[in-house]
């Protein structure tokens, strides 16, 4: 984890809403880590928590969604600009030898801005070896699908709309394909992750599940994040924001 500045390399609109940056950032970003972006605005101190969308050795992608006036303030960042990042941070997901499951055939789950932190872990996981089976959920307008599509085939787009392919929510659509899976890996709107963790327990198959929740800090120093889990309160930016069903 540190803090720096780092020049934006790129930031557009990839769907209503919905923009894609590129900073120039060294980094050892696992899959399921997020930053917080700093808006330098004095109206505006507390920093914005942004999932990691993707990584290479010299730089870090986030897709994130125009919710409020800080990600308004972002959307006007230009190219050539720096900004003040603090990454990564976070537990992320449990891949490899320290994954619950030795199975080789895994469903990723995302539901709108949920989606973006699955392409760096779809892309571990193909790295080791494993069968991705995705399955994405939007209201009408999906994106980020043909970074998916790059790296495996078996995609499956659900939409509440019914404008690009199932007309439904992703977890009718998981039940429609009739699959058997060794793990279900997953991050979008608690509804959905409530869904899921209900349907991984009937079949007792292992389900890790990326929370949100607003954060002031995400160094775990304000407790503002907490979230009961497993009887115990958790903190999402130290303790998560991956956890175990």
């Given at each position: ?5 780092v ?17 120039q950032?060294?980094?050892n970003?696992?899959?399921?880590q ?7 605005r ?5 920093p914005r ?18 919710v409020?006036?800080?990600?308004k303030?972002l959307v006007g ?9 603090l ?5 992320g ?8 499951s030795?199975?080789?055939k895994?469903?990723?789950v ?25 399955y ?23 939409t509440?709309?019914?404008?690009v ?17 060794g793990?279900?890996l997953a991050c ?9 963790a209900?349907?991984?327990?009937q079949?007792?198959?292992?389900c ?6 607003r ?5 775990g ?8 889990i ?6 999402i930016c130290?303790e ?6």
């Amino acid at each position: 984890m540190m803090l720096s500045r780092v020049n934006i390399l790129q930031n557009a609109c990839i769907a209503p809403d919905v923009f894609s940056m590129t900073v120039q950032a060294g980094n050892n970003a696992h899959p399921g880590q997020f930053a917080m972006i700093y808006l330098d605005r004095g109206e505006l101190l507390l920093p914005r928590p942004i999932s990691i969308c993707d990584a290479t050795a010299d730089t870090i992608r986030f897709v994130y969604q125009v919710v409020g006036a800080g990600t308004k303030i972002l959307v006007g960042k230009q190219p050539g600009e720096d900004i003040k990042i603090l990454a990564p941070i976070g537990k992320g997901f449990h891949v490899g030898e320290n994954a619950r499951s030795a199975q080789k055939k895994v469903a990723l789950v995302g539901g709108g801005i949920g989606t973006p932190p699955l392409l760096l872990l779809a892309k571990k996981l193909k790295q080791q070896g494993a069968q991705v089976d995705i399955y994405l959920g939007f209201r009408s307008s999906p994106f980020l699908v043909n970074d998916f599509k790059a790296i495996t085939d078996n995609i499956h787009i659900a939409t509440d709309d019914g404008s690009v392919g199932f007309h439904g929510n992703t977890i009718d659509l998981i039940k429609q394909q009739s699959q058997t899976y060794g793990e279900f890996l997953a991050c979008g709107p608690k509804p959905m992750l409530d869904a899921l963790a209900a349907l991984a327990a009937q079949s007792s198959i292992p389900c890790q599940l990326s929370m949100e929740e607003r954060m002031a800090c995400g160094l775990g120093t304000c407790v503002g994040c907490v979230l009961e889990i497993e009887g115990a309160y958790k903190r999402i930016c130290t303790e998560g924001p991956v956890f175990y069903a």
